[in-house]
């Protein structure tokens, strides 16, 4: 027969919840252990950028002329700044599936911690991990030529724009990892979506220069004014607007922040939604 | 509310799509008790255990856990619950002590509250040594043990256990019944789920046997025991020839089926008189002359157990649905 034991020694009543932004805080303190103790998973975020910013500079520089004049390399690093940042998706996709399949999440679905706390604090992480190729991209820069040639505030505006558009990208970042079940999965399409999507743009040559449809893909791609708003606001040399350019190429920063926030409003529902769909099973 | 049942669940269906992986169980588990869910794999052992930890929604019934509903109150039960998954979820990137402080905090401890229970857990669970180091480089034993820490770091007042020996080799698995030992001695009241026989009667007060979603038998070990015909007998012949012979002769001593198995020259029955059984058993064979290889008295297998229960093997393939739906 069953034997009822004495009673447990725990205590009368668990600790009272300590809130969102406690849980978020721990949850990206074990994002940033794992950063540092995985340097080869940061080679997106470290090495990736800087390379982009020799290769393109030392090898298709001197091709490549900027309509407006001025140094290419100078040109260069908005679009290597925008690249950059649209690849934060990347990261946050496979630090989620990584989660997923090592089982992760259901430990700490199973604690008694706020909800969201698990996405807020691989949010947080990724916000910080977004400014590091972020700097090592503007110390490269500074060696072979670039400089901030605007004001503080026009450069304070700059960098804020591009950790405006990480955190959103962040959001995408989650939708993918949740959509998708495996980390092969999220490099495969990481590769076949992102990775082109930012060559559609005036990443790396002015948008002048391309056929047709593809220029109004370009021109309409917010990479596009990503890059040429970090230009502007960086005060480098950026192809000079036409009349009868579209209002995108126009007002490159407006156009940037719609997309910033377009991007939030709809992909944070659907990231949290399809996280959470994800988790059932 | 009810304080006698830490566990009490009531007609709990779960469904994923056509596939129904629990066809309504009802269970409980009496505060301060071991109970282990005895069942193959995909008997719904883990889905019963998921939904109890809040992890997963029941399709239909109704569960509390430590007297708060999983579906209502899941944030009240998760303050009270320890769970290990199958796999052990510690992370392998952090040391162990970074482990534990990490789920104090999730705890809702203070860092400094975090790190004394840290200490204190790698006491107990023999980790000291190896506290500072990362947890990929532990042996498989100890991460299950890191895992078993990690589910006790709040304290508990019920503890969910999936598998907790699967994968480990026999000398890790008793290493790891003497942890759960001490558990179960301070009044923890714990679920845990297993394949194996021996390990439910070793641990468990209460044994349900589930397959595929339903729940074929409960009891003690006892009692389950003596229901499914308790020790077999079995003898290995030295000649295959002789097989019909010794399946005869043992049929008339115990009474009981014999299962022959041709391949290892095996006959078993089960021995309802045990010992007195394995001697008569002897006798018998040395008059008719026949010579064995071995002669043994053991528990029945789970296999056993479900051919008495459900005439199915454990581990048989499903059957495959009627191609109703396939006409076009």
């Known amino acids: 027969m069953t034997t009822t034991r004495p009673m447990i020694d725990h205590a009368a009543e668990p600790p009272r919840s300590r809130g969102l932004l406690h849980d978020t805080w721990v949850i990206a303190k074990r994002g940033l252990v794992h950063m540092r103790r995985q340097p080869e998973q940061l080679t997106d975020a470290t090495i990736q950028p800087v390379m982009f910013v020799l290769l393109f500079a030392y090898v298709f520089g001197g091709a490549i002329s900027v309509p407006g004049g001025g140094q290419y390399r100078e040109f260069l690093m908005g679009g290597i700044f925008a690249q950059t940042v649209v690849f ?57 030529g670039w400089r901030i040639r605007s004001g503080i505030g026009d450069a304070v505006l700059g960098y804020g724009l591009l950790m405006g558009f990480s955190f959103a990208m962040i959001w995408v970042g989650i939708l993918l990892g949740s959509a998708i079940p495996s980390p092969e999965g999220v490099t495969g399409v990481g590769f076949t979506v992102l990775f082109p999507l930012t060559f559609m743009a005036s990443t790396f040559v002015p948008t002048s220069t391309m056929p047709g449809i593809l220029r109004v893909i370009a021109e309409w791609n917010p990479v596009t004014t990503l890059a040429d708003a970090a230009r ?20 490159p920063i407006a156009y940037t922040i719609i997309w910033i926030v377009g991007i939030i409003v709809v992909c944070a529902p659907l990231a949290v939604r399809s996280y959470e769909k994800s988790l059932e099973k | 509310m009810d304080n006698e049942h830490a ?6 269906v779960k469904r994923f799509g056509e596939k129904v992986a629990l066809a309504g169980v009802d269970f409980e588990v009496k505060t301060g008790t071991v109970t282990a869910i005895l069942g193959p794999n995909g008997a719904g052992k883990t889905t019963a255990v998921r939904i109890l930890a809040t992890l997963s929604e029941a399709t239909e019934g109704e569960a509390t856990v430590a007297g708060f ?33 990490m789920l104090g905090e ?53 503890l969910f256990l999936d598998e907790p020996t699967t994968g480990l ?7 790891l019944w003497g942890v759960l030992d001490t558990l179960v001695e301070r009044g923890t009241t714990v679920l845990l789920t297993t394949q194996y026989l021996d390990e439910a009667e070793r641990l468990a007060d209460d044994i349900i046997v589930i397959d595929q979603g339903r729940i074929i038998a409960r009891g003690d070990a006892r009692t389950l025991k003596r229901e499914l015909g308790g020790d077999h007998v079995q003898v290995v012949l030295v000649d295959a020839a002789r097989l019909p012979e010794a399946e005869r002769l043992l049929a008339q001593v115990t009474g009981a089926k014999v299962t022959v198995d041709a391949g290892i020259r095996s006959v078993v029955a089960a021995a309802s008189n045990g010992v007195d059984t394995l001697v008569q058993v002897a006798t018998a064979l040395s008059s008719a002359g026949i010579a064995v290889e071995d002669l043994s008295i053991r528990q029945p297998t789970l296999d056993e157990v479900f051919i008495a229960l459900t005439n199915s093997p454990a581990y048989d393939e499903p059957v495959e649905a009627s191609p109703e739906g396939v006409r076009s």
Request: charged residues 20%; glycine residues 8%.
């Open chain 1, 88 to 144: 934060t998706a990347f990261g946050v996709a496979l630090t989620l599936a990584n989660d997923r399949k090592n089982q992760a999440i259901d430990r700490f679905r199973s604690l008694p911690i706020a909800r969201g706390a698990v996405l807020s604090g691989h949010a947080l992480t990724n916000l910080m991990k977004a400014m590091l190729p972020i700097i090592l991209m503007s110390l490269c820069g500074l060696i072979i």
């Open chain 1, 232 to 251: 502007i606001l960086f005060g480098n040399p950026n192809t000079p607007t036409m009349p009868g350019d579209p209002w995108s190429i126009a007002h």
């Open chain 2, 7 to 12: 566990v009490y669940a009531r007609g709990l």
């Open chain 2, 69 to 101: 509903d999983v579906r209502t109150q899941g944030h009240e039960v998760r303050r009270r619950i320890g769970l290990a998954a199958q796999d052990a979820t510690v992370d392998p990137l952090l040391t162990g002590r970074e482990n534990l402080v």
């Open chain 2, 106 to 158: 999730l705890h809702q401890m203070s860092r400094a509250e975090a790190s004394t229970r840290a200490e204190q857990l790698l006491g107990e669970f023999s980790l000291l040594d190896a506290a500072d180091r990362r947890v990929s480089t532990y042996s498989g034993g100890m991460r299950r043990r890191l895992d078993l820490g990690a589910t006790m770091v709040a304290h508990p007042s019920v």
């Open chain 2, 169 to 175: 080799d026999p000398r890790a698995r008793n290493e």
